[in-house]
């Protein structure tokens, strides 16, 4: 037997978990047994709900196959995006992760801020220079004292 492409093993005579779930027989040149171990049911059956086979079926022939395996885990992978949250699937998981990255950009750049007034504090500087932020409506030290007391959510509900 000819091993297939990502998987150390032959392909036994099992069924891969696409035809198991379709209750058909598996046929050796079957396109979704490279892609849908017989170990791993519930992949297909996420892919399955959200695509459908024949949809799966028509995208893998499409697809050039040193490009199938990824093409599969991209369906994968926004298939259980889907099934999680079904109105913005994959989308929403990444406006998430941006929303987080500037609200942690936001928490950095007030620290770099509290960072450098206290270091000028402590240099010897004038002892009645301000430190500077890089928000205009900040300007002394002690306001930033009074912000890092506070969450950044408490932050964003304030401004």
């Known amino acids: 037997m000819k091993a297939m492409k990502g998987h150390d093993q032959p392909r036994s005579s099992s069924s891969c ?42 995208i893998l022939i499409e697809v050039p196959e040193e490009q199938r395996e990824d093409t599969v885990n991209s369906l994968a992978y926004e298939a259980e995006a889907r099934l999680r949250d079904p109105v ?13 990255m500037v609200e942690l950009q936001h928490d950095l750049a007030i620290a770099r801020a509290r960072l450098a007034c206290y270091t000028s504090a402590n240099s010897t500087a004038r002892s009645d220079q301000l430190c500077l932020p890089p928000f205009p409506e900040l300007s002394t030290c002690t306001y930033w004292s009074d912000i890092f007391s506070q969450s950044s959510s408490e932050l964003f509900s304030r401004h």
């Open 88 to 100: 913005y699937g994959c989308i929403g998981a990444i406006a998430l992760l941006q929303r987080k």
């Open 17 to 58: 978990a696409a035809c198991k779930f379709l209750k058909r027989r598996c046929i050796p040149n079957c396109i979704f047994a490279p892609y849908f171990r017989s170990d791993e049911p519930k992949k297909f059956a996420k892919v399955h709900k959200v695509f459908g086979a024949s949809n799966v079926s028509k």
